[in-house]
């Protein structure tokens, strides 16, 4: 019986050690097949966000272009007001002309001529 033993021993150690083998070499395997899944991944990645990147370029380009334009609309807004707020403090007469342009009061004997805003397609 103790030469069975042995040998029965032997098998499972045998057997232990293909096992452990076996486990590392899929142990090994599993690690390149998760390294080359994320390699594949951050290759496919960046190919597949360029077209929605240069279509987000292009959109950021047109709203730059559209707040400059309303940038300057509203500078070009508060420098005339500006400038009509000095003329109002500076020149008393200039108020005096504002008030009676809106109210289209007028002095008597004087003659106000009224013209028609201009537009292009008035020709």
């Given at each position: 019986?103790?030469?069975?033993?042995?040998?029965?021993?032997?098998?499972?150690?045998?057997?232990?050690?293909?096992?452990?083998?076996?486990?590392?070499?899929?142990?090994?395997?599993?690690?390149?097949?998760?390294?080359?899944?994320?390699?594949?991944?951050?290759?496919?990645l960046p190919v597949?966000?360029?077209p929605s990147l240069a279509e987000s370029?292009?959109?950021?380009?047109?709203?730059?272009?559209?707040?400059?334009?309303?940038?300057?609309?509203?500078?070009?807004?508060?420098?005339?007001?500006?400038?009509?707020?000095?003329?109002?403090?500076?020149?008393?007469?200039?108020?005096?002309?504002?008030?009676?342009?809106?109210?289209?009061?007028?002095?008597?004997?004087?003659?106000?001529?009224?013209?028609?805003?201009?537009?292009?397609?008035?020709?």
């Amino acid at each position: 019986m103790g030469q069975e033993e042995t040998d029965q021993q032997m098998e499972q150690y045998v057997r232990h050690q293909r096992l452990r083998a076996r486990n590392a070499q899929m142990a090994m395997i599993n690690r390149i097949a998760l390294c080359l899944l994320i390699i594949v991944v951050c290759a496919i990645l960046p190919v597949t966000a360029l077209p929605s990147l240069a279509e987000s370029d292009s959109l950021e380009d047109t709203y730059h272009g559209e707040w400059m334009d309303k940038l300057k609309v509203a500078t070009d807004a508060k420098d005339s007001a500006d400038r009509e707020y000095r003329a109002i403090q500076q020149d008393p007469r200039y108020l005096e002309i504002k008030a009676r342009e809106r109210l289209k009061w007028s002095k008597p004997g004087e003659r106000i001529l009224v013209f028609p805003p201009y537009s292009p397609d008035d020709r």
